[in-house]
């Protein structure tokens, strides 16, 4: 039997070259250190699956008991009367509010997103890459309440103009019917909430594209390509994942927003014609129940805004689930 230093070889004829080759090596891996990190890293991922179990079984059963009482349908009735003997409640409004807001804000945030990577790593000179880069970063740690006081006193009365014209031109469809409200509609809501997320958008859609194989691009470049062509054959093909992961960890942001959307948001009055135009008022799940948290005083209120809760806690799940199945996927293609 043969020895190497820190490792073992069996005892097989020599090559060709003289040498004799190391079969069934077997590096030492027992030092502390590495024991020490891998039973942190194990802790800490089994401490955060643990964290999120016992959040959806608080909120299961502490919603369960309202869900029993309510008189009600939760998902299709617009009422929200949670206190008294005969509590009657419902999620709808919230529901469509939530999900249009977040909806728009993906709709405007991920294209100019995706330019804005493509521009600071296929098109921007090198000395410019990395403070443009930074400046957008930078949105992502303003606090959202200052994007709520910006878009109460800043943007909103520029809006009121812009819905005027959009609700004169395209009033004919539902979505922009006019409905009387010029404060802080869906619409409205969702472009900036569109700001908000577009720092992630951007960092996430830039790392990726950045990536790309420089081969990849040079190919498309001989073989007579322009610098889009280049671009739509090679860079977005290779970071489409990338891009889909980014808008479902926007969308997840979006979805529960709580600071800015509370201040901006018009509320609908007991009583409200629904209608489905993206001018309407609303409350979405998240300012719902930061706006009424002083109605906790009994069971069943405190049960009723835990289960809308709980449909959010629901929705943030599945979209952050999805964006964690497409990286996945993408980590399996690269292999």
């Known amino acids: 039997m043969s020895t190497v230093t820190g490792v073992s070889a069996t005892d097989d004829p020599p090559g060709p070259d003289g040498r004799t080759p190391l079969r069934g090596v077997s590096a030492s891996t027992g030092r502390l250190g590495d024991r020490l990190f891998g039973g942190a890293a194990t802790v800490s991922g089994v401490i955060v699956i643990a964290t999120v179990t016992l959040i959806a079984v608080f909120l299961i059963v502490q919603a369960v008991p309202a869900l029993r009482d309510n008189q009600a349908s939760f998902f299709t009735s617009r009422e929200w009367a949670p206190g008294g003997d005969t509590p009657r409640f419902g999620i709808v409004e ?192 998240a300012s719902k129940i930061a706006n009424n948290a002083a109605e906790f005083s009994n069971p069943n209120k405190t049960g009723a805004y835990i289960a809308a809760g709980l449909v959010l806690f629901v929705l943030t799940f599945i979209v952050n689930s999805i964006a964690r199945i497409v990286i996945e996927r993408r980590k399996a293609f690269t292999e």
């Open 94 to 285: 919230f529901l469509w509010t939530t999900v249009a807001a977040s909806t728009m804000a993906m709709i405007i945030a991920v294209p100019f997103g995706v330019a804005v990577a493509l521009f600071l790593t296929q098109y921007a000179p090198l000395w410019m890459r990395g403070p443009a880069a930074a400046l957008v970063d930078l949105l992502a740690a303003v606090p959202s309440i200052v994007y709520g006081l910006w878009g109460l006193i800043t943007f909103a009365p520029f809006f009121k103009p812009i819905q005027g014209w959009l609700e004169n031109t395209l009033g004919w469809i539902p979505l922009f019917s006019p409905t009387g409200i010029s404060g802080g509609t869906i619409l409205f809501i969702g472009l900036v909430l569109s700001i908000m997320v577009l720092p992630i958008v951007t960092a996430l859609s830039r790392e990726v594209f950045a990536q790309t194989p420089l081969a990849h691009k040079e190919g498309a470049l001989a073989l007579g390509a322009t610098r889009w062509e280049m671009i739509r054959t090679a860079v977005l093909p290779f970071g489409r994942p990338g891009v889909i992961s980014a808008a479902m960890l926007a969308l997840g942001r979006a979805l529960g927003e709580t600071i800015a959307v509370t201040f901006l948001v018009s509320s609908l009055p007991d009583g409200a014609a629904w209608t489905w135009s993206l001018f309407n008022g609303g409350e979405t799940f």
